[in-house]
């Protein structure tokens, strides 16, 4: 007798019609095995989907290049299918279910035709933790599969552990023939189903990251009582040999990555990584917040990875493991056979081709790597890999920080006066644009908790369950803004960032266990300039008070913008909200 996961794979064949279907267990021998059909059969654009790369210096990696149509998040084609509009809220675009079924079946009709089905079995999360979720991902190309490999713990096991279940997390993804008119991104909340084609993107095509992770799981924790959220999970370790956890939550291509692996600036301190994008976050019987990462696997920007920027990325790139490593839209040295981008230490050589496999020099006038160009990398291979990242119960987190990329007003740090004042910086979040996602680059749009693109569900409502979870908890995390990205009057960036960010978790950690007094403003509570430990860095007073000043008259117009934004949710934007909002409009007048 099928089980109901053979059944669902066998519909879903009925109507792809794959010529083989491969049921993958996440050996390691397995992924050789893959990769090589990607660079020996399968093309893209008439180019094979992997090249090998120089192992001595970059063991066990390979080369990607997408269509060139296909290298970011495809907003304005991604849709939440929720049975009613309202449910997805007018930060989703929307579909109803049946006809979003309709449209894919038409587009799916025989799309795997002359290709392989991989089923990937995969756990979100720890296998032993009772939060982690079993999923499988139906795919039609090897680097999908690859990359699932990395990002998931992909195994067997899952099959068995699934068994005569229905509940498991499905996914269908096709690239289709890459048309970008026939691109799309659909999500089922109700069935725990994502429907992706057109598109071989990360954040498009691995189901498990974005569309499960924080899509789908966003309204399965409004529906349970948990949070998925787009964050950062880090230890920092002080002087004294305490480690005290943090989630950072900023939009895409802000220094995540950089930040979850720092190597910190002041002696003394060390930062144990968890992850780099995705928190799931449920509340412990002590009543305080604990964070797991539901992946393995880093899939992060490449131009700006540097020794200088994040030198235990670059060990970790450099690791050989279990796991592969794939860049994706890198340049690439023809000589070397290595990866380049814009920011790594080396010079260029002089046999280049950029991310498209055109001919490239310094007098290009062009970006040889795309600046959306990725790695994708386990994290098993991170120096920095805190000991804690298989504990299936998580870390309990004690300070929540939200930032972006604000190059004007956003104070350096700012601490929320309470639980609800916390909600309400992370809800009025905003966020200069970047090539993460298709659209424009460099304009300010609003970006509550950086889960704008991610919420599966009404944000009206997804504000109102972060209020509701504060008041569950009898020790919640104290809540923070952050911002690094301050210019000055000729663009520069007046606070230095990468490892000196360590100064700003300093005062964080410093106010969490009650060790240093604040500043009282409108906006929130802000150091005093003594507490800013500047040590061996070279910023002067006036640089550091512009960049902890309070802007009463910039203040006001960003709230104006404010007011419009949390406007659009209606009655659905918590009154909790509008109260901490007239509190510092008041005081801003
Ligand atoms: C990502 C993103 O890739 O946020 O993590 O776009
Ligand atoms: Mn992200």
């Known amino acids: 007798m099928a089980t109901p996961l053979e059944k ?68 304005h084609l991604t849709y939440v299918c929720h049975p009613e509009k309202e449910t997805a809220g007018p930060n989703n675009n929307w579909m109803h279910p049946e006809e979003a079924k309709k449209l894919l079946t038409r587009i799916s009709d025989g799309c795997m035709r002359g290709r392989t089905m991989y089923v990937l079995p995969y756990m979100m999360g720890h296998p032993d933790s009772r939060f982690a979720k079993a999923c499988v991902q139906l795919t039609d190309i090897s680097y999908v599969a690859a990359s699932m490999r990395i990002m998931t713990r992909m195994s067997k096991k899952v099959i068995e552990k699934i068994g005569n279940s229905e509940d498991f997390v499905k996914g269908l993804h096709s690239v289709g023939d890459f048309d970008p008119e026939k691109r799309f991104i659909m999500h089922f909340p109700d069935e725990n189903f994502v429907w992706s084609v057109g598109s071989g993107y990360g954040g498009n095509a691995l189901l498990g990251k974005k569309c499960f992770s924080l899509r789908i799981a966003s309204w399965l924790g409004y529906k349970e009582g948990w949070l998925a959220e787009h964050m950062v999970i880090m230890g920092v370790e002080d002087p004294d040999g305490e480690i005290t956890y943090i989630a950072v939550a900023m939009p895409s291509a802000c220094g995540k990555t950089n930040l979850a692996m720092m190597e910190p600036a002041l002696a003394g301190y060390k930062v144990w990584t968890l992850g780099d994008d995705i928190a799931w976050f449920h509340i412990g019987d002590d009543g305080r917040l604990y964070a797991i990462n539901p992946e393995i696997g880093f899939f992060g920007v490449a131009p700006g990875t540097s020794m200088r920027s994040n030198p235990n990325m670059m060990k970790t790139l450099r690791c050989n493991n279990f796991y592969p490593t794939l860049f994706t839209n890198t340049a690439l040295n023809l000589d070397s056979m290595e990866p380049w981008w814009e920011g790594i230490d080396e010079q260029p050589g002089k046999n280049m081709l950029d991310w498209q496999g055109n001919k490239w020099n310094l007098k290009s006038g062009t970006k040889a790597a795309h600046p959306n160009s990725r790695f994708t990398v386990s994290i098993y291979n991170a120096p920095t890999l805190s000991k804690e990242f298989d504990n299936p119960q998580g870390v309990p987190v004690s300070a929540i920080i939200f930032g ?78 952050v911002n690094w990205f301050r ?73 104006e913008d404010v007011k419009k934004f949390f406007n659009s949710f209606g009655k659905r934007l918590p009154a909790e909200l509008w109260r901490e909002y007239d509190k510092v409009y008041r005081q801003a007048l």
């Not at 009925?14 to 279907?21: A, C, H, Y």
């Not at 267990?25 to 893209?44: F, P, T, V």
């Not at 309400?424 to 704008?452: K, N, Y």
């Open 487 to 559: 210019t000055d009057e000729n663009g520069k960036f007046i606070w230095p960032g990468f490892g000196e960010n360590i100064r700003v978790l300093k005062w964080i950690i410093d106010r969490v266990k009650n060790r240093v007094s604040g500043r009282e403003t409108s906006v929130g509570i802000l150091p005093h300039l003594k507490d800013i430990d500047l040590t061996g860095i070279d910023i002067s007073d006036e640089d550091l008070r512009k960049i902890l000043d309070v802007n009463i008259k910039e203040w006001k117009e960003e709230l």
């Open 404 to 481: 972006g990329r604000r190059t004007q007003l956003i104070p350096l740090v700012t601490e929320a006066f309470d639980w609800n004042h916390g909600v309400f910086i992370g809800a009025r979040s905003g966020s200069e644009t970047t090539a993460a996602a298709i659209h424009q680059v460099g304009v300010l749009r609003r970006d509550p908790m950086a889960m704008l693109p991610f919420c599966g569900y009404n944000m009206g409502d997804y504000f109102n369950h972060w209020i509701s979870m504060g008041s569950k908890m009898k020790n919640p995390p104290k809540i923070f803004s």
């Open 8 to 75: 669902w794979v066998e519909k879903q064949a009925e109507l792809t019609r794959p010529d083989r279907i491969h049921w993958c267990d996440g050996s390691e021998e397995e992924a050789r095995l893959i990769i090589q059909k990607g660079m020996e059969e399968e093309k893209i654009n008439g180019n094979p989907v992997f090249y090998p790369l120089n192992n001595e210096k970059w063991p066990n990696a390979y080369f990607h290049r997408s269509h060139p149509t296909d290298v970011a998040r495809t907003e």
